[in-house]
Structure formats: C-alpha cells, structure tokens
C-alpha cells in the first residue's frame, strides 16, 4: 500500500520536450540547407538583380531620351552600357554604377535571346524595348545554375519585364 501513495514519477517534463524539440528543429533547418545547398537561392537572389537591373535601365531610358539606353551582358556581367560623350553606346559595362550585376561570381551563367542575337536590349523613350521579336512577344534571359537548374526573365514587346 506505501508503493502506491508514493509519488515517484517516471518521464519528462513539459519544459524538456519543448527544448528537445527546439533543438531537433533548428538542427534540421541547419541540416536541410547544407543538404539543398544555397544555389537555389543564389539563383533567385541574382534573379531579383537582375530584374531590378534591367528595370533601372528602362526607368532611365524613359526619363531620358536620346542617350545610351542599353542594357547588355559582357563576361557573364550585365549592367548598363557606358556611353561615350556624344551619346552612342560602348561595348563596356560601368561596374560602379548601381545596375551593375556579376554574375560570374556567383557561378551563374547569363544567356540572352533576342530578335537578332545580340547580347543587349535598347530601350526606347516608352521603356519598350527595341531588339525583342514581334513573333514570339518577348525576349528571354536564361539564368543557368552550376547544378543545372535554370530560371528566366521575360521581356516583352511593350516593356513588360518579369521572372517567367
């Protein structure tokens, strides 16, 4: 009868299994990402810079009008065309100025197609662009990860610029 009013009490208490299971859950986190890897947030991470980096260069075009408005990729780097003084287009990026994007650094290939091959777009005072086929409505900008996945910007005809 005295074994059965004693209160000895065999288990865990409330407050153990919550910090037990904190720490299984931030182990875990910790663990999937090194398992995924940070490429695919790499990726979409210079996806972002490089939407925000064309979309600058349209803004300017727009506001700007009868100056260099090109945006182009050299070197797997992309930004906004220098230009000379008389107003025409180099074939150099400026890699101070804010739209500037290198995406050789973070092991990222940038591959461009236009209407006519070339690796930059023209923008005009309206923000559409010059060098997007009227065929196929757009211009896309593969973004192409070491493991093999890829993700896309579209350009339309009408200067429409977004991740598709």
Do not use: K
Not at 38 to 54: C, F, G
Not at 78 to 99: F, H, V, W
């Amino acid at each position: 009868m005295n074994q059965l009013n004693s209160s000895s009490q065999d288990g865990f208490t409330l407050i153990e299994l919550i910090v037990v299971i904190v720490l299984l859950a931030i182990l875990s986190v910790y663990a999937s990402s090194r398992y995924f890897g940070a490429s695919s947030v790499d990726s979409h991470l210079i996806q972002s810079e490089l939407l925000s980096s064309i979309r600058l260069t349209q803004l300017r075009a727009m506001h700007r009008s009868g100056l260099c408005n090109r945006w182009g990729i050299v070197q797997n780097q992309a930004a906004q065309i220098i230009e000379r003084s008389d107003t025409t287009c180099t074939s150099s990026l400026d890699e101070s100025d804010s739209s500037f994007v290198d995406a050789a650094s973070h092991n990222v290939t940038l591959t461009f197609s236009t209407n006519s091959g070339e690796q930059f777009i023209d923008f005009d005072n309206l923000g559409r662009p010059n060098q997007c086929a009227i065929e196929s409505e757009q211009c896309e900008l593969v973004i192409q990860t070491q493991p093999g996945s890829s993700l896309s910007i579209c350009i339309n005809t009408q200067g429409g610029i977004n991740g598709c």
